[in-house]
Every structure is written in C-alpha cells, then in structure tokens.
C-alpha cells in the first residue's frame, strides 16, 4: 500500500501481489488505485484491567479492504506482532479470498497486539469486551463479521457476541461467526479450514497422478489449521513425518502417531514435551523431504533464504500469506505445485458464510450438508483456478488472485464511484 500509513513487510507484499495481476488483467487503473489500499483502517486503545489492578493499554486494529461483493468480512488476530500493516494485507486476502470462491462478501481482518498466552481467562475477557465496545459502531450482520484467527477462538468469538448483544438488548447470534455450536455456531465450523487445506491437496494429488497413500507430509504450525490438516491427512492414509509450532518441532521419518499428538494437544496446548519423534526447530521442519509440506502458522516464512531447500512436491498454504514473492520465483522454478492461500485456506471463511446464513434464517444444517457445501466450493474453485493457471500460462498464486480480483473489480465497475 503506497501510503506510509500500513506500510509494512506483510502489506508491501500483498501489494506486489495485487500489482502483478493487476498487469496480467489490464486492470482499469482507476478501479487498481482504489483496490490498492483498505477503504477504512481503524486503530483503538484498548484499556484493560488487568489481574493486579493495573491498567494496561493494548492496541487493537480492524481494516476493512473491500466491501463491493457484500459485508466485510474476516478474524480477529491476538499476537504480539500485530500491526496495521500486517492486518492491511490479510485484510486484502481475505477480499480475493471471498470473492475466489464466490462468496457474497467483502473482505476485512483485526486484531490486537498481545499474546495471550500470558494473559489469564479474565484479562482475554476484559480485553475482548473492550476492543468489541470500541469497534461496535463498524461492525455488524449486515456491516462487518468478525471470526476467529490467530490467537482467538470459540470463547473469543462468544465473547464478541455477547458485548454486542448486550449493547443491542437482544442476542445478535449473526455478528461474529467461528461461535460455539450452543449460541448460533454452526457445525463443522473449527475443523473447516483444515479440512478445506485437504479437500484441495486431495485435488492436487489427483491433477499431478499421486496417490496420497504413498505419501509424507509435515505440517508447520498445531493450532486450529495445523491439527485439523495433520488428523485429516492422517484419515485419507498420508503419513505425517513431522510437525511444528513455536515451541519447535518433532519429526519421525516412519511417521509421528497423530492420535497421540493429537490428545497430548488438546490438553497441553502446545507441542513442547512431545515424547514422540526426533526433536527438530522450527524452520527445519519446512526444508524436511516429504511429498506436502503445510505451511499453518503465520505469513512469510518461505523465503528467498530458505525456499530454494524445501523438498517437497506440493505446497499447501494453510497460513495467510507463508511464502515470499521471491520464494514463488524459486518455488516455481523447482516445479512445486503450489495450492495459494486464497484457495487452500479458503474453507474457514466458507463455512463462516454458512454459519451467518443459517443465522439469519434460524435454520441448521446437519455437519454432512456443511461438509458436503463446503467440498463442492472448493473443489469447483481448485479447478477454476488451475483451468486459469493452464490458460493464461500462470502460476496457480496468480490464478487464484486474477480470478479473485476480476470479480471485485467487474463488480466496482458496474457499481460506479459514488461522489
Ligand atoms: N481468519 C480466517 C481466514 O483467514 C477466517 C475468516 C472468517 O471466517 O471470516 O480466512
């Protein structure tokens, strides 16, 4: 984004990308120039109590990039290196994102500078409550959903929920969606993202003449993406030789026991102690040799330094934004097939959508009709994507973002400039 105001590594980046496809489009240059930057950025103080009665003063954000499709829409990310920048371009993600898999909305993101691993369940409450209160007159059903990203999750979310519902007198279910199943989540909601990661490398595999059976895979990042991917790879027979997140790595090149992994997360939260596999770091996981390698934790961390040892034939993007303009250059030039964030990540967002719809018409669907909605989305977007990518002779990232920004820009088009 030209502007000093969000510059940053993350928004610079996604602006390259968007200039790239830009070109690839013949982008009417008007349109280009409102696109390149969010339509409003909002930063707030967020005073919290803290448990020794202190009062700390967190910095909360929400941009909302594009909202010509329909509401904006995208998470709420708690960690410490949130910034406006970082959430400008994740922002401008989320707007190709919806629109790559045609869904009726706008994109956006926020967050707060925190981590709130340190922090105990009353301050996440208080904080959560007061960012709510200070972004509540943005946000709303038909405004700006919020969802879980980074950082946050389902008790985040029915937090959210009830600070604006308190505010409006009655309960406002569709203002968030990624809520518990018991006050208008929907099902199938926290595994989406995951599965979603699946449903396309199942269809990548399937273009390339895999057979996933035979094949290893290591997942950068357990939390809500990279636990669901590595169960979910596991179930269609892809043995997982190793996983990571901030806490290092675990590798085992006869394959990790998922099961175990799993169960010793969900009580410790965090990989550290694992007693199974050779310990590894971090960024030793991504040049592992292995057939998928699943970036799921935060953006550019495939870079020009370390791209050109990765091993691995096909590259999921779980994470926002993992891998570097240059890396694509590399990674391209290795032959890895590359399944972009937009597409690959997209399923959380989609059954976010479904969430909000079956909240606004008070009517739900079982798990297997939003399974089954969610795979039909995403497997027709793989191939509109990678049909794009045969076309034009492009990247499947370039693909997936000229699919994407078309759309928005045909839609801006037709709408005209409001003055
Ligand atoms: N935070 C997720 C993403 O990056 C989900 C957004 C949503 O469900 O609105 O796509």
New binding site residues.
């Given amino acids: 984004m030209p502007t000093v105001e969000w510059r940053s590594p993350a928004s610079e980046m996604a602006v390259q990308q968007f200039d790239i496809a830009a070109a690839k489009l013949n982008l009417d240059a008007n349109v280009a120039g409102r696109l390149r930057r969010p339509e409003r950025a909002m930063i707030v103080s967020v005073p919290t109590r803290m448990d020794d009665t202190r009062v700390h003063v967190f910095t909360g954000y929400r941009v909302q990039h594009n909202d010509v499709l329909g509401p904006f829409?995208?998470?709420i990310r708690y960690h410490p290196a949130v910034n406006l920048g970082e959430v400008s371009a994740?922002a401008m993600w989320?707007t190709w994102?919806c629109s790559l898999v045609g869904l009726p909305l706008g994109g956006a993101k926020g967050g707060v500078a925190c981590d709130p691993a340190e922090l105990s369940r009353h301050e996440l409450q208080s904080m959560t409550r007061r960012f709510t209160a200070e972004i509540l007159n943005f946000i709303g059903p038909d405004v700006d959903?919020?969802?879980?990203?980074m950082g946050t999750n389902e008790q985040v979310m029915a937090w959210i929920m009830d600070t604006y519902s308190q505010h409006k007198g009655r309960a406002v279910p569709e203002i968030v969606?990624?809520k518990p199943v018991a006050i208008g989540g929907t099902l199938g909601r926290k595994e989406a993202?995951g599965r979603g990661v699946v449903y396309t490398i199942i269809e990548a595999a399937k273009h390339l003449g895999i057979d996933l059976s035979k094949c290893t895979a290591a997942v950068q990042g357990f939390g809500n993406v990279g636990a669901v991917v590595t169960k979910e790879l596991a179930n269609i027979g892809v043995k997982v030789i190793g996983v990571s997140d901030r806490t290092g790595g675990f590798y085992d090149p006869k394959g990790l026991p998922v099961e175990k992994l799993l169960e010793m997360v969900s009580k410790s939260h965090i990989l550290e102690g694992c007693p199974y596999g050779e310990k590894i770091r971090n960024e030793e996981l991504l040049e592992l040799k292995c057939d998928i390698l699943v970036p799921a934790a935060l953006e550019m961390q495939i870079t020009k330094e370390n791209a050109e040892r990765l091993q691995c034939r096909i590259l999921a993007e779980g994470a926002?934004g993992p891998t570097t303009l240059d890396a694509d250059r590399i990674l391209k030039e290795k032959g890895v097939f590359l399944i972009p964030d937009i597409l690959a990540?997209?399923g959380?967002?989609v059954v976010?959508y479904f969430e909000w719809v079956q909240d606004l018409q008070n009517f739900f669907w079982t798990e297997e009709e939003v399974n089954k909605k969610l795979r039909d989305i995403l497997v027709k977007a793989f191939h509109e994507v990678l049909g794009m990518s045969q076309r034009e002779k492009v990247d499947m990232r370039l693909a997936a973002l000229m699919i994407g920004i078309d759309r928005v820009a045909r839609a801006m088009l037709w709408r005209g400039l409001y003055a």
Wanted: proline share 10%.
């Fill in positions: 829409k995208g998470g994740l989320m994102k959903v919020p969802a879980p990203d969606t990624g993202t926002n990540n997209a959380g967002v976010s």
